[in-house]
């Protein structure tokens, strides 16, 4: 992967951070009240493939789930908008109802999640059938247990849909590690059902080497990352969580540092700018 | 100190595990508090079992367990959950008997919240279940009904559906009916509702109306207490059913079984009729104090100014 391309994404992933991190400050500070899905750590996902997206200049339709401010972010969705979501206000990009877990958007393609886990995945894998668009379903690695989760694995399959199933793979179902619930990996599930599936880190690179077979074939990638926040809210479960974004910033060094500062301020400055007009 | 709902519950699963050989499966049940402290800190080798996220699988997972002699008690974190949870029951469980002579008993405990939590998981969501044959459903609100819907459950061979709230786990008061044959009119309240209903009536008797007040536990068989017709019938102003689940179920049934054994108007107030958001303005919650006092009193004016033109 060149180095500009790296920074590119790096970039998404800093607009991310830095706005997840005011959110955990306003949850903090009880400026947002409703509960929040917090995607810290998990930034890459969204970043990477909305890079590389934007450089296949192709506009997916988006079902993503309830930890999706990255994914929103990371594919253009309006920050302020977004903001407001959170402050529950009507300007809000799902009118101040949606909060954080119901994000939708038209202006970037991104359908709503209702709040049952996976029922974005038939619903996801339906319209990408009528409209045969180039469509990424977004799962938590509990999501993609869901049973209508597999059938829809395997219809999306039959169908060979131009499909791409991200799983977001935290090892965490709220609390609960996947070691309890199951003995088996979604890689293995989407291979068995004949769908491309491979089981990767959230390194951008390790992404990107699967960027050539996107929306041409049914793909799954269970990608494995790190929550760093709570399922809900501001608190941390465990302070040794690998950090990506720390780890590609240190290996990307000034540019990337100086990268993040400025988001830092820019965004700092949004949410103050929206918090005085309450 | 009194027990309160929280610890009855708790004392209930832990009996059921460590002396009827019973199961307990839901999921993540382990994990952040233990379902509201509801459920006893054991393993899986003791009968707590870490079900997956297949919700309607898991929903057959329990059926299959109900089939066995091990009494399943099924934890549905949110009533809104059904959706998935239920078919499976709904159409195996609480039709084996009588299909087929097999009983399936299953200890659902379905638990309500509301305020800020979204779409679809929250409040009561009794309705999709009281429509449908074979499954009895209760509503306990204080420690002595939760004890007495384990006991019946135990001593019979049915699915029950146990529709909790949150909201009382900390309640280890008992809820009385209060009846008399003067009253101007009667509540008739489900679940949460229920604590709202005992302010309604203490705020209104300072205004000098005269407010009865029946429990409703049994939701399914509705279970229609003598002392609560001769209470409606001889109201002023007839009966008002609450409930936290959306009016055009349950509650508007029992209003017209009520209506047919008196003479008397029985209104209904529940979920108002749309989507709760996450947000708290777009909130749909329970009748609460106030606005059940604002029904009552647009009840008695109409009923005084429909008196007034015949
Ligand atoms: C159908 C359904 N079942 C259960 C839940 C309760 N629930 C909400 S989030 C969650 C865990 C989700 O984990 P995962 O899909 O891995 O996503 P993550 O939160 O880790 O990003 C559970 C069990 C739900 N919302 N919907
Ligand atoms: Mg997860």
Not at chain 2, 153 to 174: C, I, L, P, Q, T
Request: glycine share 8%; charged share 25%; hydrophobic share 35%.
């Amino acid at each position: 992967m060149n180095k500009n391309f790296r920074l590119e994404i790096f970039k998404k992933a800093s607009l991310c951070r830095n706005f997840e991190e005011r959110v955990i400050e306003n949850v903090n500070n009880k400026k947002i009240t409703t509960p929040v899905y917090v995607s810290a750590g998990q930034e890459f996902i969204a970043a990477t493939l909305s890079s590389i997206c934007k450089k296949k200049k192709i506009k997916p339709l988006i079902f993503g789930q309830h930890r999706c401010h990255s994914t929103y972010l990371a594919f253009g969705g309006n920050i302020i908008k977004l903001i407001d979501e959170l402050l529950g206000r009507e300007s809000g990009c799902t009118k101040g109802k949606g909060g954080s877990a119901s994000i939708h958007s038209k202006d970037i393609n991104m359908f709503g999640h209702d709040g049952l886990m996976g029922s974005n995945g038939p619903i996801g894998v339906g319209a990408c059938f009528a409209t045969k668009k180039p469509t990424i379903i977004f799962l938590g690695d509990a999501a993609a247990e869901e049973d209508y989760v597999l059938g829809a694995l395997g219809w999306a399959s039959h169908k060979k849909l131009p499909i791409l199933f991200i799983v977001e793979d935290n090892d965490l179902s709220i609390l609960t590690k996947k070691s309890v619930r199951r003995n088996w990996n979604m890689k293995d599930v989407a291979r068995s059902f004949k769908l491309e599936g491979h089981d990767i880190k959230d390194d951008p690179k390790e992404i990107e080497k699967h960027s050539n077979l996107f929306f041409k074939k049914p793909m799954l990638l269970n990608i494995n990352t790190n929550r760093i926040y709570w399922h809900a809210g501001s608190g941390i479960d465990n302070k040794k969580t690998f950090d990506r974004f720390r780890n590609e910033k240190t290996k990307l060094g000034n540019q990337a540092i100086k990268i993040d500062e400025q988001y830092k301020i820019n965004i700092k400055k949004l949410w103050k700018l929206q918090l005085e007009k309450q | 100190m009194e027990i309160t709902v929280r610890e009855t519950i708790k004392k209930t699963v832990l009996k059921h595990l460590k002396e009827k050989n019973g199961l307990i499966l839901g999921q993540c049940l382990s994990a952040v508090g233990w379902v509201g402290g509801t459920i006893p800190e054991l393993t899986e080798k003791e009968g707590v079992i870490e079900l997956s996220m297949a919700d309607v699988a898991n929903g057959g997972i329990v059926v299959g367990a109900g089939l066995s002699n091990r009494r399943p008690i099924y934890v549905i974190r949110y009533q809104g959950f059904n959706w998935f949870n239920a078919p499976i029951i709904l159409n195996y469980a609480c039709k084996s008997k009588e299909l087929w002579n097999v009983p399936c008993p299953i200890f659902i405990r379905g638990i309500a919240m509301e305020g800020s939590i979204g779409p679809v998981a929250g409040s009561s969501h009794c309705s999709l279940y009281y429509r449908m044959p074979g499954v009895k459903i209760i509503s306990p609100m204080t420690p002595k009904e939760y004890k007495l819907a384990y006991k019946s459950f135990m001593n019979e061979d049915e699915v029950y559906y146990v529709s909790e709230h949150r909201a009382s786990y900390g309640n280890h008061k008992e809820l009385n009916d209060f009846l008399s044959d003067d009253v101007d009119i009667i509540i008739f309240s489900i679940s949460i509702t229920r604590f709202e209903a005992q302010k309604v009536k203490e705020t209104l008797e300072k205004e000098n109306l005269k407010i009865a007040i029946a429990n409703i536990l049994w939701i399914k068989p509705f279970e229609i207490k003598d002392q609560w017709l001769r209470t409606l019938e001889k109201s002023k102003h007839g009966g008002i059913i609450l409930d936290d689940d959306y009016e055009s179920g349950v509650a508007s049934d029992m209003a017209y079984q009520l209506m047919k054994l008196s003479s008397k108007k029985v209104e209904v107030m529940g979920l108002k009729n749309q989507s709760a958001g996450f947000s708290k303005k777009s909130d749909n919650l329970p009748p609460n104090e106030k606005e059940i006092i604002k029904k009552i009193r647009e009840i008695i004016k109409k009923n005084v100014n429909y008196k007034n033109t015949l």
